[in-house]
């Protein structure tokens, strides 16, 4: 299985990392993807990444929640990275709502300069959407010109959403969020397209029940496959062997 976003590199993670990468290889997790947040997390992350390189792969990106006054001379930065490395994505970017709306304009800038990166780059793009499907979505059909890929992560949207992202050629990242049972995931999962399912954690955050509320962590992610499997009627193997070649191919891992 992969844990297609992941930031183990954080300091929620600093006392135990080893633990956490062995108890995931133990559950059967044997790729964890790391989405860039900021610039201070690009140390800590490609740290990461080095430590465990058979295991990790880095993406780099500005997220959203961390879209400032300071935007243009952020991104060029961000932007030197894929001089320098080799990463597998460019994330994870998108647009959040929920807190403030008060850099959207820049959110939103943002969001489209890194789409045209991955464009001249080939590579997929990890799209964080919080109070703002619909707004990623007009901003996505007007950049999708063929060549964009990706994957709506952490999606806990409804079937109708689901499509339109698909009609786009993005994947749906499951994660936490499909356990829950007040998160009406049970009525979407049944529904949607498994050619364009990846699961993942999200960890440190949204930990899946019956750890809700807790730290997760990337050997969570069967949790996610087991419900995923359930609300499907098919097997776990199947499940996992469907979203890992789904994340493969995505990642081109």
Not at 72 to 80: A, E, P, R, V, Y
Not at 246 to 251: G, H, P, R, S, V
Request: aromatic share 8%; net charge negative; charged share 25%.
């Amino acid at each position: 299985m992969i844990d297609s976003h992941a930031h183990i590199y954080a300091s929620e993670f600093d006392n135990d990392r080893d633990d956490v990468v062995a108890r995931a290889l133990a559950q059967g997790i044997d790729k964890i993807l790391l989405p860039n947040i900021d610039l201070e997390s690009i140390e800590p992350m490609l740290a990461t990444e080095a430590k465990y390189p058979t295991i990790c792969r880095s993406m780099m990106g500005l997220h959203p929640c961390y879209v400032d006054g300071n935007v243009k001379q952020t991104l060029d930065i961000i932007h030197s990275w894929f001089d320098k490395h080799n990463f597998i994505a460019v994330g994870e970017i998108g647009i959040d709502l929920y807190w403030d709306k008060t850099y959207k304009a820049e959110q939103e800038m943002a969001f489209i300069t890194q789409l045209n990166w991955a464009k001249e780059k080939m590579l997929p793009v990890v799209i964080h959407t919080r109070d703002s499907i619909e707004e990623t979505l007009t901003l996505l059909r007007k950049e999708q010109d063929g060549s964009l890929s990706g994957v709506f992560h952490c999606f806990g949207g409804s079937v109708e959403e689901a499509k339109a992202i698909n009609d786009l050629g993005f994947h749906l990242g499951l994660g936490g969020v499909s356990t829950f049972k007040n998160g009406g995931m049970d009525k979407v999962i049944p529904h949607l397209d498994m050619n364009y399912v990846i699961l993942e954690t999200d960890c440190p955050y949204l930990a899946p029940v019956p750890h809700r509320g807790k730290r997760n962590e990337p050997a969570y992610t069967h949790l996610v496959a087991e419900r995923v499997a359930t609300l499907r009627d098919i097997s776990l193997p199947k499940v996992d062997r469907i979203t890992t070649e789904n994340a493969k191919l995505l990642f081109k891992l």
